[in-house]
Nanobody
Framework: QVQLMEPGGGFVQPGETLRLSCTAS????????MSWYRQAPGNQRELVAT???????NYADSVKGRFAISRDGAMNSVYLQMNSLKPEDTAVYYC????????????????WGQGTQVTVSS
């Protein structure tokens, strides 16, 4: 079974930088979109950034200009470079991939990581 692993969270001060990573393991035929979501306590899960297989990116207004999403197709990985972090960026961050596994009955489906905590505080 395909699994998404999310190392990279942590505790940082405002203005500092953090880089998240997410790697999919398993028998993967192809990955289309890769995304990062986040969810703060009491809030809905929101889309932070998306990158397509062609490298096109989209960002939430709240992170545009500060965050950068990238991917490594050979490693089945997606990254989120987070600069100039603010306290309001504090949340659990989840990676998401729209992928298809190798197999006779394979279809594209959403896969989610377990989430990693990012805390920005003085």
């Amino acid at each position: 079974q395909v699994q998404l692993m999310e190392p990279g969270g942590g505790f940082v001060q405002p203005g500092e930088t953090l880089r998240l990573s997410c790697t999919a393991s398993g028998a993967i035929m192809n990955i289309l979109n890769m995304s990062w979501y986040r969810q703060a306590p009491g809030n809905q899960r929101e889309l932070v950034a998306t990158i397509t297989g062609n490298g096109d990116t989209n960002y939430a207004d709240s992170v545009k200009g500060r965050f950068a999403i990238s991917r490594d197709g050979a490693m089945n990985s997606v990254y989120l470079q987070m600069n100039s972090l603010k306290p309001e960026d504090t949340a659990v961050y989840y990676c998401n991939m729209f992928l298809v596994e190798t197999g006779s009955f394979s279809q594209y489906e959403d896969k989610w990581g377990q989430g990693t905590q990012v805390t920005v505080s003085s």
